[in-house]
């Protein structure tokens, strides 16, 4: 994937494999610039970690905007051509060919534990390659900390962020800590998508009775305004206690919209806090107000 933001032009078709937020991301800019992008995915959906219904409008509007899609795709091989790349693949007992310009591999990173001593000082690593942390993120060797993406959970730098401030403050004796439970994710496509916390089917896996909000952008007038009405904001609460479990938006500025969910969920919030929670009109935050009122039961605008 770093090779793929450096291309001097943007090449006349490209195949990406892997449909997770790399994949996505980097796929649909150079679709954005000119280029005939396939995204082939081995599981049965894009986005495959994130809310169904999200992922699920995420690729009609990536598909309106000209990617194509292969899911529940097997890649068998891949050589080199003189035009570029042919991949082999199979769907079931359907064989494809695919040809393009550009291969891009996006099926996930792994941590960069090469070349740091670990050995030599005795550091254990994990069968991942990831360095093993106990809870106040000190390895194996007392004194030695890691965050980070060298150590196991989402490789995000916000999330390393969160752990080395955390890390530092148990070194020093203070009870740092970092709420795994309420880190954003972000995919970076346009519209974007971001989450947190829980999503629907996951707080049914875990027990919960649910209350579920949806709200679509269309309804919103700031973002009709400012020709943004696809998407959509959800949002998932316990419905014993109210608590929120967690929140999707696929909309323009997701990435910036989610962190009132995020702190919601920090602070242990309900939905009907949220939804009782006066936001300036005309404003694209509203969506998850509405769709905070949506999941108490009770929609105002839709």
Partial sequence: SDDAVALGQAPVSMIVIGAGAIGLELGSVWARLGTAVTVVEFLPRIASTFDEDIAQ???????????????????ESAEKTEGGV????????KKLELEAEKLLVAVGRKPNTEGLGTAEAGVELDERGCIKIDAEWQTSVSGIYAIGDVVAGPMLAHKAEQE????????????????????????????????????????????????????????????????????????IADKASGRVLGAQILSAHASELIAEAVLLMELGGSAEALARTIHAHPTMSEGLREAAHAATGESLHI
Avoid at 59 to 74: A, S, V
Avoid at 86 to 93: I, S, V
Avoid at 178 to 199: C, H, K, M, Q, R
């Fill in 57 to 75: 409008a995420l690729q009609k509007l990536l598909q309106r905007q000209g990617l194509k899609f292969h899911l529940g795709t097997y890649v």
């Fill in 164 to 235: 080395a401030i955390a890390a530092v403050e148990r070194m020093v004796g203070q009870p740092g800590s970092v709420n795994y439970d309420a880190i954003p994710w972000v995919i970076y496509t346009s519209p974007e998508v971001a989450t947190v916390g829980l999503t629907e089917a996951e707080a049914v896996e875990k027990g919960h009775e649910v209350g579920v909000g949806v709200f679509p952008f269309q309804a919103n007038g700031r973002a009709v305004a400012g020709g943004h009405a696809d998407g959509l904001a959800k949002v």
């Fill in 86 to 93: 042919k991949l082999t693949a199979a769907k079931g007992d």
